[in-house]
């Protein structure tokens, strides 16, 4: 029996007319961690935001916020039921009612590396059109706002979305035509920046529905969670493909969702003093280096090493005789597969002699990041 493959839509038409739908395209999301199930860097916990400063939370997802202390941001906040065929969402509460300012920012991003959106054809006149999808729910009913840009910022396309009901989930979709204008990365840069306004100045707002020669963050107009002391604002399913219809949420295995985020972020957390974190040498009687290869390739070579920030929660571990660390470890050489961890003690190592680098208490952990 022949087949024809049907070019127009996802799906093979045999020769007797019956028709077999195919399985899900590859990589047809292009967000990462869309169902918000992978939070490596909190675990959970409740973030409260820091001023001027783009953080991460749940992995591949961060916020960017002018003053400090307006908002929280957690997996799962309020411990409401999420939609159907969801387990986790990401969770925003407005901690006062903040007037923003004109030049103001508040807002929930994700960067998508150039290589996974090169296929687009941005910036040329063969630009495809896209369909963001994703589950909100707002203790604010109204119009809200967010925006596509390209790492530049000098293009935008600011959209709306309606939350019609309080304290219900709501599944939005935004058909956008691909811009052929612009410069738009194909590397491993930001090919694009997909943004939700929490709360917007007027400068950096426009007018919904098209592109724009200008860094337009969110939609003139759009409702401020920020504004609202207690307000919530909660995420899921969050889709970017190619098309102009919203198709079912590509669930990826939880593998599979994890390494695409170690690509960017990669954390070591073990039980306190039960298992290495890395294997080490000593260097001198008060110097230790770890090689480690780490799980993913990177999209850089990692260009920090995050810990806690105090020697006493590390040790190094050698001929069963456990030695403090003198200050806290720090990254020397990287490469995007290959990093070495120094580390340094008062005296007591023996050069040349293998050990390990572990945690020295329950808060120890080693974490390396490549994010855009």
Known sequence: MTTIINGSSPSITFSDGSAQTSATRPFQNRIINGAMVIDQRNAGASVTNVASAATYTL???????????????????????????????????????????????FLLAQHIEGFNVADLNWGTANAKTVTLSFWVRSSLTGTFGGSLRNDASDRSYPFTYTIPTANTWTQISVTVAGDTSGTWLTTNGTGIRLSFGLGMGSTFSGTAGSWQAANYISA?????????????????????????????????PYGTELALCQRYYFKVLPAAGSIPMAVTTNSTTTGSRAFFVLPVTMRVAPTALEQTGTASDYRINAANANT????????????????????????????????????????????LTAEL
């Open 324 to 367: 403090t660390l003198s200050s806290v470890p720090t990254l020397g050489t990287a490469l995007p597969n290959l990093v070495r961890i120094d580390s340094t003690v008062a005296s007591g190592l023996t050069a040349g002699q293998a050990g390990s680098l572990e945690s020295n208490s329950s808060a120890g952990f080693i974490a």
């Open 59 to 105: 992995d591949r997802w961060f916020y960017f916020a002018s003053q400090a202390s307006k908002f929280t941001v957690q997996q799962d906040a309020g411990a409401v039921t999420p939609p159907a065929g969801f387990n986790d969402y990401l969770g925003i509460t407005s901690s006062s009612a903040y007037t923003v300012g004109s030049s103001e920012i």
């Open 220 to 252: 003139t107009g759009a409702t401020s969670v920020v504004g609202t002391n207690g307000a919530t604002w909660f995420i899921t399913g969050v889709q970017l493909e190619v098309g102009s219809t919203a198709t079912s949420f590509d669930y990826r």
